[in-house]
T-cell receptor
Framework: GENVEQHPSTLSVQEGDSAVIKCTYS??????FPWYKQELGKRPQLIID?????GEKKDQRIAVTLNKTAKHFSLHITETQPEDSAVYFC????????????FGAGTILRVKS | EAQVTQNPRYLITVTGKKLTVTCSQN?????MSWYRQDPGLGLRQIYY???????DKGDVPEGYKVSRKEKRNFPLILESPSPNQTSLYFC????????????FGPGTRLTVT
């Protein structure tokens, strides 16, 4: 089945700097890659997603890139702000098991002001 | 308001005492699932349901049961809880399968002593 690895596990950046979180997946048939943000004590919420027919997608300060050949995808946050501090999860959805979503272990992002 | 609700939000129980965590959604979603969140392990799927009376195992189903008698409800049952089931549990629903945005409930913090 699908396996998703996420790095780094923790990331500290200065306010205004950029942050990059990377994920690799194992199932070459996976074709949907969402990113979820979980603030402290809250539920995970979708912030951006990308499907395999697209190489990059942007939404204001966040962007996701996908390299299907290398089987990895990344989340880029520019001009980080304190409210970006949270746990970020990547995920991949493949063809088996009802298109099950498999999550990475998460990245704790701390934005220092 | 579109939402996923879970009850209870917090539960402390003893080993072996059967419990049920309820989950309900008002978005007419077909796909529902249960996840557990543990530090360093991300979100792992316990069970999922693609429609009424259709359920299947996720990655960590041992010790759990589910049922889907109505489209809106997807309860999680622990017949004989054990301390290794101490975790944060999230119910989620989506329009269809893992290839769509997952709407998470607020979470249930379970402690089994």
């Amino acid at each position: 089945g699908e396996n998703v690895e996420q790095h780094p596990s923790t990331l500290s950046v200065q306010e205004g700097d950029s942050a990059v979180i990377k994920c690799t997946y194992s199932d070459s048939a996976s074709n949907y890659f969402p990113w979820y943000k979980q603030e402290l004590g809250k539920r995970p919420q979708l912030i951006i997603d990308i499907r395999s027919n697209v190489g990059e997608k942007k939404d204001q300060r966040i962007a996701v890139t996908l390299n299907k050949t290398a089987k990895h995808f990344s989340l880029h946050i520019t001009e980080t702000q304190p409210e970006d501090s949270a746990v970020y999860f990547c995920a991949a959805s493949g063809m088996e098991y009802g298109n099950k979503l498999v999550f990475g272990a998460g990245t704790i992002l701390r934005v220092k002001s | 308001e579109a939402q996923v609700t879970q009850n209870p939000r917090y539960l402390i129980t003893v080993t072996g005492k059967k419990l049920t965590v309820t989950c309900s959604q008002n978005m007419n979603h077909e796909y529902m699932s249960w996840y557990r969140q543990d530090p360093g392990l991300g979100l792992r799927q316990i069970y999922y349901s693609m429609n009424v009376e259709v359920t299947d195992k996720g990655d960590v189903p041992e010790g759990y049961k589910v049922s889907r008698k109505e489209k809106r409800n997807f309860p999680l049952i622990l017949e004989s809880p054990s301390p290794n089931q101490t975790s944060l549990y999230f119910c989620a629903s989506s329009y269809g399968t893992g290839k769509y945005e997952q709407y998470f409930g607020p979470g249930t913090r379970l402690t089994v002593t």
